[in-house]
């Protein structure tokens, strides 16, 4: 089965730019999109297709997607954006793959 | 404006089947390209998809799950079911549906928009 795999935590200062990574298996070759989850409130989606954002998020989230890796970044990192991120992809044998998520913290 | 919301029982007991109800709305499922999926999270853990079923009725399961899940749909009255069969308490946590817009030309589904979660505990 296909797996995504994530470090568990980020830590960033506000203003600075936070990296969120998500690994798998040429996982270049498929189509990612990132989810972020506030304490006590259901997953937003964030970036699909790799680096697009949908309607009403913030121009600092974007995404790449190359070799083995894709990446979140936010820039100019604010203390709202303070949650966990999930990755996720579809996969012909697993369907849909979630990454196990990363905290992100700003300090 | 696309919305969904679960329903279901807060509590069930060790070994008994957990019927969920998404009921949504701003959509159709009879679209091609749309699905409704359902996922769950047990408390401080991460996500984990569990099934979903498309506009054809193809229904798509977790592997490890498979054999104790079924995902069925009520066109006319834009409701998705998901049954779960020999509760454990280790199936303890907060279960979401979601509409996911899958590409099959790109091997591609993402959830754009999800439920409030409804959190399920198993006790005796």
């Known amino acids: 089965s296909y797996e995504l795999t994530q470090s568990p935590s980020v830590s960033v200062s506000p203003g600075q730019t936070a990296s969120i990574t998500c690994s798998g298996y040429k996982l270049g070759e498929k189509y990612v999109c990132w989810y972020q989850q506030k304490p006590g409130q259901s997953p937003m989606m964030i970036i699909y297709q790799d680096n697009k954002r949908p309607s009403g998020i913030p121009e600092r989230f974007s995404g790449s997607n190359s070799g083995n890796t894709a990446t979140l970044t936010i820039s100019g990192t604010q203390a709202v954006d303070e949650a966990e991120y999930y990755c996720q992809a579809w996969d012909s044998s697993t369907d849909v793959v979630f990454g196990g998520g990363t905290r992100l913290t700003v300090l | 404006q696309v919305t969904l919301r679960e329903s279901g029982p807060a509590l069930v007991k060790p070994t008994q089947t957990l019927t969920l109800t998404c009921t949504f709305s701003g959509f159709s499922l009879n679209t091609r390209g749309l699905c409704v999926s359902w996922i769950r999270q047990p408390p401080g853990k991460a996500l984990e998809w569990l099934a979903l079923?498309?506009?054809?009725?193809?229904?798509y399961y977790t592997t490890s799950l498979k054999t104790r899940l079924t995902i069925s749909k009520d066109t006319s009255k834009n409701q998705v079911v998901l049954t779960m069969t020999n509760m454990d308490p280790v199936d303890t946590g907060t279960y979401f549906c979601?509409?996911?817009?899958?590409?099959?030309?790109?091997?591609?589904?993402?959830?754009?928009?999800w439920g409030q979660g409804a959190l399920v505990t198993v006790s005796s």
């Open positions: 979601a509409r996911m817009n899958f590409h099959s030309e790109n091997d591609e589904g993402y959830l754009d928009y």
């Open positions: 079923i498309d506009w054809d009725d193809e229904q």
